[in-house]
């Protein structure tokens, strides 16, 4: 007769301690690697002549600030020492079992952020754009944030949702070809989230109500979106691109007073439309998913849907309309892509509903920590972009994998543990 293994005894605290060790270095041991990486980098590629040029002001601003000039090596030679020290101090404080406050990686960020800057332009000539660079990162921001938010509302409910890149699609390309039909890019913008909350609906429907797996539903409805979305461009659009893929532009809005403020008035302040909704969102569903029965409801059902159900909540009906909801959103997000007037092409998105998962994660399932993580990715396509009308040193191919470095780093680097909905992919069978 074969003996009966004996149950295995709980982990000691010290134990429990050593096994969540290694996360906790995670992130502090990232932005020491990142910043001694970037000080041997910038010592050898900047010429110690070199200095970089940087104009913050607009010609509408209220005060006219005045175009700086900084030695280009040791800028960022000392922004590389600050961000090893905030490293160091990270990784002591993680020693001894203490966590380590967000701003920290925060302040490294932008210091790291600003040498790269200083070199980007280093001896060129040309001076950098800072408000350029924070103006399209917000605007850059804005389909990421609400295709976050719309994880965020899926995914507290018990539902992932995958298909925020088709969502995002949808909405895209219903946005353009109304807005082309109607000649209004508002009806445009309007119309973009009935696109995704029909994307939604079919999620809603296989995983709620057929109990399919909601990861593999959700990545065929990108494919579906996908094919069908490139079927309708090459036979359709194609056609007749004036009538159907010409969309007008959304207009700038920008709030009197505040758009005048130097830096940040453009920055946060002189945007279409969907910036500013985008603003309404994360202010709304951050005080209703956290301070409302509504949110408490939705949490409800993401976390204990079984205990949920015995005090009245209907579980499945809450998971449908969240998840529509959330879907209407990056709907609504993808008509933000199209804002500036841009004819659809395939795959427009290319890979921002992932983006924007990685940002819901980032963000630890909070619409105000979606919104800084979709600020940071943006800034990171930002600065692709702007670095590459400059004419900068750095070579094209890493530029265009910026965006996807910065998400990797970010979330295998600086997220560590996180805790997702409890009931998070879990069918509710009654």
Known sequence: MTALAEPQAPLAPAAQASTLAPVKYRGPLVVLVLSVVLLVVFA?????????????????????????????LLTCVLASLVAIAIGVLALLRARARRSVPAWWYAVAGVVLLFAVLAWSVAGTGNAFPLTLLLVNAVGLAVPLCLGALAGLLCERSGVINIAIEGQLLAGAFLAVVVGTISGNPYVGLVAAPVAGALVGAVLALFAVRYWVDQIIVG???????????????????????QGLNAPPRLPELPIPGLSAIPILGPALFNHPLTVYLMYAAVIVLQVMVFRSR?????????????AADTVGIKVNPTRVRSTVLGSALAGLGGAALVSAGLAFTKELTSGKGYIALAAMILGRWSPTGAFAAALFFGTADALRRVLNNLGSPIPSEL???????ATIFAVAGLVGRVRPPAAEGIPYKK
């Open 44 to 72: 050898l590629a900047i010429d110690p002549a070199d200095t970089t040029t940087f104009r913050v002001a607009t010609s509408r601003d209220v005060w006219q600030i005045s175009p700086f000039t900084v030695p280009s």
């Open 294 to 306: 509504w949110g408490l409801r939705l949490r409800s059902v993401g976390e204990h849907p079984k």
């Open 219 to 241: 990545v065929v409805l990108n494919v579906l979106v996908i094919g069908l979305t490139n079927y309708l461009f090459s036979t359709v659009l194609t056609n007749d691109p």
């Open 399 to 405: 530029l265009g994998m910026l965006p996807y470095l």
